[in-house]
């Protein structure tokens, strides 16, 4: 593998500076990547709109082809930080616009590129601000297959649409998780319970414990809360609180059958026997332990 600097006129920053992330990973078959630390780019679906797509300049690598914003990481920065940095810079996605779903990697050990895929949580108009892009437009998913498209993403593109269609909801047994280590969470339960939403918001969870593709899944989290726990405040956007009335498991079970109505696919958290066999039967794709969730949220 060498690493060859980019000629005048390829892909660089839009503004300032070179980056050392700027630069050609040359494979010794001759095969060139753009990224000297990997690359990244964003797959923004908007289900009213399709998904975003950024129609690549005649001079650029693979040019008149559509594909997604993206480009080299930075050293040190992560694929999700780097896709959402790249789509900022070359289409004008706004701050907290996207929230990623699920990242897919493409590794082929001398280079790396990660697509991640997220959900377009507010509405907005892509603006070209890099030289590198002829247009951008919002494409319905069943049209994208009539453009030109980047090899890569071309390649990638029938998994990554079977995968828009699945939405896994993460719903948490909130008294099992929080019963589970003896920190003394019995003298304030609402502070145990707010502690624990607060370190399911960044939720990341590996697809093989989910037996889907792709490296990783962001899902979205419905806790169930009962008793003095039910006085915890529900501002989260990630994060649904779901106050139960009387028996929590009975909250539990009625939270399963609504998303599961709902096509989402559904992972119950709890380590409770009988809750179990219940959730199961309610529909529940997958049943995790306390231990579990406790292994992905402590590390």
């Known amino acids: ?32 990547y753009w990224g000297r630390f990997g690359a990244a ?65 493409l590794d082929l050990g001398i280079w790396s590129y990660t ?27 069943d049209q994208v297959d009539e453009r030109p498209l980047h090899p890569g993403f071309g390649a990638s593109w029938p998994a990554l649409r079977t995968l828009l269609e699945v939405r896994p909801v993460v719903v948490v047994d909130a008294a099992n998780v929080v019963g ?19 370190r399911l918001e960044g939720l990341t969870v590996p697809a093989a414990d989910l037996e889907l593709e792709g490296s ?3 899902p979205e989290v419905s806790m169930v809360v009962e008793g003095q726990a039910r006085g915890i405040d529900s501002d989260s956007s990630v994060v649904s609180v779901i106050r139960a009335d009387a028996a929590g498991d009975d909250a539990i079970v009625a939270e399963v059958e609504r998303l599961v109505a709902a096509k989402h696919t559904v992972v119950a958290v709890t380590s409770d026997r ?18 579990w969730l406790r292994d992905l949220i402590d590390h």
């Open 1 to 32: 593998m060498t690493v060859v600097p980019p000629a005048a006129g390829e892909p660089r920053r839009p503004e300032g500076p070179r980056d050392p992330g700027d630069a050609w990973v040359v494979a010794e078959s001759g095969e060139r």
């Open 41 to 105: 780019g964003l797959l923004a679906y908007d289900p009213a709109r399709g998904i975003l797509l950024q129609h690549r300049v005649a001079w650029s690598h693979f040019g008149g082809t559509w594909g997604l914003p993206g480009g080299a990481l930075h050293e040190g920065e992560s694929a999700i930080v780097g896709a959402i940095r790249e789509a900022q810079e070359e289409a004008g996605v706004p701050d907290g616009a996207v929230r990623p779903r699920f990242t897919s990697v």
């Open 115 to 141: 697509t991640v895929v997220a959900d377009v949580r507010v509405p907005f108009e892509p603006v070209i601000s890099d030289p590198e892009s002829a247009a951008l437009e919002w494409v319905p998913l």
């Open 180 to 198: 589970s280590v003896p920190d003394g969470w019995w003298k304030d339960r609402a502070g145990a319970a707010r502690r624990l939403r607060a």
């Open 216 to 218: 990783a899944w962001f």
């Open 274 to 291: 009988g809750l179990r066999e219940r959730v199961e039967h309610a529909g529940a794709e997958h049943v995790r332990s306390a231990g």
